[in-house]
């Protein structure tokens, strides 16, 4: 293979960002697997075309908006597509070029700067969908359980400081490697960069901690997508407000499901085959040096299912919206907001609630 050593030379190799990828073999059938550019070429178009044409949407949308808890909504998902675009748009400068070009890594990068960064690149995009799906989802759990613990909803610059706090938490994470917990190395077929599945310290407590945290997001997403789909179903079948449906909170929570479903399908395979093979690898305590070659394709087959949330998430938005779902159900009318779920209120109250 074109990343092989030369003889003798493995234990020079042991710390750079070659030490777990074995090259040797594989090649052959590239273009009739897994492997083959197609893949990589075919999905980063799609998911840069998608997530473009989500934003152009969500920024047509916001302008029409007066409503401020949809717009801090739209601004987390804008949020989401900006951290998919720019995720798909950074790994496919670096992946696509390799496949068609197929230069030698060793020898463009022997410092392993660019796999360091492409390597940051697949944590920092890679847990930043996962983290705002959590984000969102206690957004929206508080909106329509406690409607009244705040004066008002989250105003617009609060909204981008949260996803600003949650891009800068994720660039933390990524830079752990760089900073000297774990390490990136080039991964099977010789095209990206990624955390290293090896037996020691360094790198198992950092696959936990990438790992547990992506799982964590999704189950705290599932948590609070649970418990306020059930809020909106006990309002729809309480007899006093069955025709005072929260049209604008029932979209956001359809569209939140779809995102949780989709990062849950794409993500959780990944996130629970790092901990395992972590795990079961520790008895080995550093004895294992490159990855096995079945370990090294599951991996990308992962990977390869986690490319499909960036594709996918921008569709919720675009399909699940209500100009969309009207076209649809032509009987889907706008109703009255979340105020009509609480009709005996102080009337200063009231007018002060509706005014914000």
Not at 195 to 222: E, K, M, Y
Not at 228 to 248: A, I, K, P, W
Not at 252 to 276: D, S
Not at 306 to 311: K, S
Request: net charge positive.
């Amino acid at each position: 293979g074109d990343m092989d050593p030369p003889n003798g030379s493995m234990a020079s190799w042991s710390d750079t960002c070659f030490r777990a990828f074995n090259a040797s073999g594989g090649h052959n059938n590239a273009q009739n697997s897994i492997t083959s550019p197609w893949f990589s070429t075919a999905f980063g178009l799609i998911g840069l075309c998608s997530n473009l044409f989500a934003l152009c949407v969500l920024l047509s949308s916001s302008r029409k908006l007066s409503s401020r808890a949809r717009s801090s909504f739209l601004i987390f998902l804008c949020g989401l597509v900006v951290t998919d675009f720019m995720g798909l748009l950074v790994t496919a400068s670096v992946i696509i070029p390799y496949h068609f070009i197929k230069f030698a890594w060793a020898e463009v990068d022997p410092g392993c700067h660019l796999c360091n960064f492409l390597g940051f690149s697949m944590v920092f995009f890679g847990q930043c969908p996962l983290l705002l799906g959590a984000t969102m989802a206690g957004e929206r759990f508080f909106g329509i359980n406690h409607p009244f613990s705040r004066s008002t909803s989250i105003s617009k610059r609060r909204a981008w400081s949260i996803v600003g706090l949650v891009w800068g938490f994720s660039c933390l994470l990524g830079l752990l490697p760089v900073l000297g917990l774990g390490r990136y190395t080039l991964q099977y077929p010789g095209s990206w960069c990624f955390l290293t599945l090896l037996p020691d310290t360094g790198n198992v407590v950092f696959c936990l901690l990438f790992a547990l945290l992506g799982i964590f997001s999704v189950l705290l997403s599932f948590i609070f997508n649970t418990v306020s789909v059930v809020t909106l179903c006990r309002v729809y079948h309480d007899r006093e407000s069955v025709q005072r449906r929260r049209d604008s909170e029932v979209e956001m929570m359809v569209q939140l499901v779809g995102i949780m479903i989709i990062a849950t399908i794409c993500w959780m395979p990944l996130l629970i085959f790092i901990v395992q093979t972590v795990l079961q690898q520790l008895p080995g305590s550093g004895q294992i040096q490159v990855l096995p070659r079945e370990t090294q394709k599951m991996l990308l087959i992962y990977i390869r299912m986690v490319t499909w949330n960036q594709i996918l998430d921008p569709w919720v938005y675009i399909l699940f919206r209500r100009a969309v779902l009207q076209r649809v159900y032509p009987s889907l009318r706008p109703r009255p907001s979340i105020l009509s779920l609480y009709p005996v209120l102080n009337p200063s109250l009231r007018r002060k609630l509706t005014a914000d």
